[in-house]
Structures are given as C-alpha cells and as structure tokens.
C-alpha cells in the first residue's frame, strides 16, 4: 500500500435523514453479513453490507470510543475514507436500555408470526449492545 | 349610499382579521420552509454515499438486476403523484397533478395502463372526486416528510414493479411526479421515471476525474447491489417528498403573501367608501339642520 498522506481515516457515518458523525478516527469496528470486520489506515478498497448490529469508532487522538446501533446499511472504505450509511443510526448514548430491551420482548413475541420479526430482533439487539457498551 | 356607513366598518374588520389569518400563516410557512430546506440539506450526503456506492457497484460488476431490467413489452405502468395534505398553497396541487395527467396522457399514447400511487390528501380527494381507481395512498406527512414513510411508499412501489408480468398488481415501470425546489420563487412540477433505475450519475455523482477505487465485495457484488438498489430508490422517494415539502411551503408563502397584500388592498378600498359614507352623513345631517332652521325662520318671518 502506498504511503498515504492522510494520518487518520476521515469517517462519515450517515443516516438517511442526517449526517451523525462526521470526522477523523484511527479505527473502525463493524459486523458485516459475513462476519467482524476491523478497519485501519490503509484497508483495501472494500463495499460491503452491514448486519444490524454494533459499530464501534475509536476517534482519533483520544481514548473516545464512539458506539452506535445501526439497522442494516453498508460501509465503504476507499482512500482511508470511509462511509457507513443506514437507514437508522443510533449513538449508544441515545439509546435507552429499558426501552430498548421492552422492544426486543414485543420483537420476540412476533418471531413467528411476521417475517419482519427477527430483522427487529437483530436490530433491538444491537441497540442494546450498544447501550450496555457505554453504561 | 347602499350599504350603511356600519356595514362598512363590519367588513373591514373581517378583512382585518382575515389579512391576520393569512399574515400569520405566511409567517409560519415562512419559517418551516427553513427548516425544510435543512432537512432536505441533511439528507443530502446519504444520497450522494449512496449514489457513490451503487455507480461504484455498476462500475465493477455486470448490472444486472431486477430493478434496472427493462421489460421488452411494458403494459402497465405506476404513478407515484406527489401532492400536498392542505390547501392554501396556490396552485401548488393543481400543478403538481396537471403533469401527472400530462405523463399519463402520453403514457397512454405508448399503450400502457396506468396504476396511481398517491402521497398527499389533495390528490386523494382529486382522485375520489371522479371516482378513479388508485392503488394506494398515503396522507398526513406532507409538509414535514420522514424517511420511514419514504420505506414505506418505496416498499409498496418497488412490490409492485417485482411482480411478473400478468401477475395481479405487476407494473413494467414507475414513475414519479413532484415538485422541484428551484428556488423561493420557482418550483417546477417534474415527472421522473423511477424505476426501472438507469444507473445514472445523477444529480450527485462523482466527477469523471475521480477514479473509482476497485472495490472488494463482500459478501458479493450481486448482494450488494441487492441490499442498495431498494435503499437507493427509498432515499430518491424521500428526496423527491423532502422537495415537494419544501416546494409546498414556498408556494404557502406566495400564496398566503398575495392574500395579505390583496386584504391591505380591500381594507384601503373599504376605508376609503366608508369615509365616503361618513363625509355623505354628515353633509346630510348639516343640509338637514339648516334645511330645519330655514324652516324654523320661514315660520317665524310669515308669524311675524
């Protein structure tokens, strides 16, 4: 990989009505459809879908980790820029546990019933984990 | 003097109350179209990732896809109309809906069936009016459009164009008609076909000098381009509501303005009739005194 100009990788984390994050960090953690993926300066160009679960940025130059729930989306990683979209974009700090875990209860409920169901499982999952995460 | 000097003062009161109705509601349509604008600014660079993403999957990968395959022989097509919930936006609606009998007219002439997909309560109670057919509405969000009910509209659009042809409910294309947001001043009705989607380098796109990295898939480049294409045409509905909201509200203002403007017009026009009829009073009232003490002094002068 050439030697690249840019220190830190430039993140845009994007939800379908607003930009929620926007800036410099040193590393990326998401869960794609076929596993972890971490993502440092340099990473290859890579597309690749989101499941709904936990994303994880670790801002550059400080010990701040920034966890958000996202439902889904993608990330793509070009030229140490990096851009995660989804449609719903949580900051774990956002979320609030109680009400996070009474939805995934009704989510359960309907496991059976609805085809929908376990997508909102996963993601009344993620919005937890992220919770506890920052708690 | 046909209408009493009381009569007057009654209507310009009213019209003062009315240039207060709409005075207010200029300065309300005024301040959210603000806040319109913002919205359809924030949504902004989800479009432009997006568009990004799905030319670079185009770049890399054969498209092929349900959603950007033609149909050889296309009979049917949808109409997505998109309209406000409330009046008192000028001519906002009935522009909007104009085009989308223009589309449908040259649709026609190309021999396709139309089904209608309708946002907003004024095309609605339009299509109720003449008692025409539509699939499916949505009302209630007009001016203030979130992205859910963009999921919503774009799911039940995008149902529609999967089914095969001859199937119940199948459409070969879609189409949508809003309003563009140019400027304060101008909004321009626009049609625009929806799906199947020309992977275009839309309004967003990157420039040409911008090479594109070659991307690594994962899991592979048909299921990306699975997982963006229907988030691609969901974020282009709710662009195109985020103008149609912003347009309705620029219209409001414009609408609710000349409304303001034409009541100060009427309460000048009515103060000036009623000084009239006040001025015509009292020259009445004075000829009738003088005419009295003329009488008075007659009566006294023949006593005399």
Redesign the interface.
């Known amino acids: 990989m050439a030697e690249s100009t840019v220190e830190y990788l430039h993140v845009e984390l994007v939800a379908a009505d607003r930009t929620v994050w926007s800036g410099e960090a040193s590393m990326i953690i998401a869960r794609t459809l076929e596993g972890d993926i971490g993502v440092l300066r340099g990473h290859a160009p890579t597309l690749s879908l989101l499941s709904a679960s936990v994303v994880e940025i670790q801002i550059a130059d400080s010990d701040d980790l920034l966890v958000v729930a996202v439902d889904g989306g993608f990330l793509s990683v070009a030229n140490d820029r990096v851009s995660i979209l989804a449609e719903r974009v949580e900051r774990a700090e956002e979320i609030h546990l109680d009400q996070a875990r009474i939805e995934l209860e009704e989510a359960q409920r309907l496991l059976n019933s609805n085809n929908e169901a376990e997508q909102r499982v996963r993601h009344a999952e993620a919005r937890i984990r992220a919770a506890e995460k920052v708690s | 003097m046909a209408v009493s000097l009381r009569e007057y003062r009654a209507r310009i009161k009213s019209t003062e109350s009315m240039k207060k109705i709409t005075r207010a509601m200029e300065l309300i349509a005024a301040s959210r179209i603000i806040k319109a604008q913002q ?1 359809a600014a ?2 902004a ?2 479009a432009r ?2 568009t ?2 799905v030319s ?2 185009a770049t890399f990968s054969n498209v092929d896809h349900p959603l950007t395959r033609e149909e050889e022989n296309p009979k049917r097509a949808a109409v997505l109309i998109i309209t406000s919930d409330r009046g008192l936006a000028g001519a906002y609606s009935s522009s909007v809906l104009k085009e989308a009998e223009r589309l449908s007219e040259r649709l026609r002439g190309e021999g396709k069936e139309i089904d209608y997909f309708l946002a907003g309560r004024k095309a609605e109670a339009y299509f109720k009016f003449r008692t025409r057919a539509f699939v499916e509405s949505w009302t209630g969000f007009s001016d203030q459009p ?2 859910d009910k ?2 919503e509209i774009g799911s039940a659009l995008i149902t529609a164009f999967l089914k095969e042809q001859g199937e119940d409910g199948d459409v070969d294309e879609v189409h949508v008609v809003y309003t563009r947001f140019r400027s304060m001043l101008t909004q321009e009705p626009t049609a625009i076909r929806l799906l199947p989607l020309e992977v275009i380098e839309g309004e967003a796109a990157p420039e040409d000098s911008e090479l ?8 592979s480049a048909a ?2 381009l699975d ?2 294409l229907p ?1 691609y045409v ?2 282009r509905i ?1 662009y195109s509501l985020l103008q149609s909201a912003a347009s309705e509200l620029a219209a409001r203002q414009k609408a609710m303005k000349s409304a303001t403007d034409n009541a100060e017009e009427l309460i000048k026009k009515f103060t000036r009739i009623a000084n009239q009829a006040r001025q015509a009073g009292i020259t009445q009232e004075i000829s009738e005194i003088v005419g009295g003490v003329n009488a008075l002094a007659d009566a006294q002068a023949a006593n005399d």
């Not at chain 2, 594109?212 to 899991?219: A, D, R, S, V």
Request: no cysteine.
């Open positions: 919205k924030a949504a660079p989800y990732e997006l990004r993403a670079a999957v979130t992205y963009a999921a594109l990295p070659l991307y690594e898939f994962e899991p299921q990306v997982g963006l988030q969901q974020s709710f």
